[in-house]
């Protein structure tokens, strides 16, 4: 297996998706128009298979039309019964908000607020307002405004806000057809489980292979130790981190610059993690993985 953060993490389908957002620009013929259709299933329904019978013909033939944007063709599916009866009334709360922000935001959620946030919505004003709140938020028009299919960020656009963020990311992309509750143990349950009460990262692992029975991401063994341990409290007692970084490709670095090498090894304690997550990604390089020591 090539050495890279994609192939190593099991996200080659996302790292590739990345590289072309859709977007509808005007004169778009039917083809493209198709094109973009495709992809706003793909991005809201997590890669899950849609049969014939399933499509919002009506969203689609009104989009075609030019009567509604992306933007809404988004909002109707996300609304439909095809969107609800997957990832609303088949799995526990948390996990549909785990979905929804992957699916209409295109990233983890931030922290355990954020997820708060939206349960108590869902309790006051039931669920199309939840999906509401996504697609008319601030967020959502700046970065994806009208035309744009959603898309996974993090990757290959912007760096995520955090190191917990960053990590909770990987919990929700990994996996062929992950969104559609497959390629992972947790099934309808939270991925990010008490991590998200703890609002700490959890280590990112190397997903399963041939050479280890061909398990599916099952979680570290270490995540229901104490959060002294290993979260914000530990102090010089505390683990230290492996991480793998690549794909160095910094312009301003020197050429005798010790980043010559474009993959390299890290030690790093706990409380240095987030630092150091923001020096490599400032410097071009890209985290294979973060795991702790034993």
């Known amino acids: 297996m090539p050495f890279g953060p994609a192939s190593i993490l099991g996200v080659e389908s996302f790292s590739q998706e990345c590289e072309a957002p859709r977007e509808l620009v005007p004169g778009d013929d039917d083809q493209a128009k198709e094109s973009v259709i495709r992809a706003v299933y793909r991005q809201v329904l997590g890669n899950a298979y849609v049969m014939e019978s399933e499509r919002q013909v009506v969203a689609e033939s009104q989009f075609k039309l030019g009567e509604i944007s992306v933007r809404e063709l988004v909002r109707r599916i996300a609304k439909s019964d095809l969107y609800s009866t997957r990832f609303f009334d088949s799995c526990a709360r948390y996990r549909y908000i785990e979905l929804a922000f992957r699916h209409l935001l295109g990233r983890a959620p931030a922290d355990f607020e954020e997820m708060r946030g939206h349960a108590e919505r869902l309790d006051t004003s039931g669920y199309e307002a939840d999906i509401d709140s996504f697609l008319d938020s601030d967020e959502y028009q700046n970065t994806f405004g009208e035309w744009t299919v959603p898309y996974q960020r993090g990757w290959k656009t912007e760096s995520c806000a955090t190191l917990q963020e960053f990590t909770w990311s990987f919990q929700l992309l990994r996996g062929n057809s ?113 795991t702790p020591l034993s």
């Not at 050479?211 to 270490?222: H, I, L, T, Y």
């Open 178 to 290: 992950s969104s559609s509750l497959k390629g992972n143990l947790a099934g309808i349950r939270s991925r990010l489980g008490g991590a998200a009460y703890q609002n700490r990262p959890l280590p990112v692992v190397a997903p399963s292979s041939q050479d280890s029975q061909g398990w599916s991401f099952r979680p570290a063994a270490n995540l229901t130790d104490p959060v002294t341990r290993i979260g914000v409290l530990a102090g010089e007692a505390g683990k230290v981190y492996r991480v793998e970084v690549t794909a160095y490709r910094a312009n301003n670095v020197r050429p005798t610059s010790r980043y010559r090498k474009a993959n390299r090894v890290l030690f790093v304690p706990f409380n240095k993690l987030s630092e150091q997550y923001q020096l490599i990604h400032r410097e071009g390089g890209k985290i294979a993985s973060i």
